[in-house]
């Protein structure tokens, strides 16, 4: 069944073009004198909390789950 989009690959895909806004914002946040926080600001500002690194790391479960568990 070559050529034949699935549920799986268009989550997939949706996932891939997700990543590369983030990656663009990051890059767009390493400017000098842009007001949007890079990647590493943001991580390090949600992770001051107890919750915001409860957060990450749930985060981080289910995308090992849903990527790494079940392939």
């Known amino acids: 069944m070559t050529g ?3 549920a799986r690959s268009l989550t997939i895909a949706g996932y891939v073009l997700f990543a590369a806004a983030l990656l663009l ?3 767009l946040g390493k400017r000098p ?3 949007v926080p890079s990647l590493a600001h943001l991580c390090g500002f949600v992770m001051r909390d107890r919750w915001g690194r409860l957060g990450v ?3 981080w479960c289910w995308l090992g789950w849903h990527f790494l ?3």
Request: charged content about 20%; cysteine-free; hydrophobic content about 60%.
């Open 57 to 59: 790391l749930l985060l």
């Open 69 to 71: 568990a079940r392939t």
């Open 4 to 6: 034949m989009l699935t």
């Open 25 to 27: 914002l990051d890059l």
């Open 33 to 35: 004198g842009v007001r």
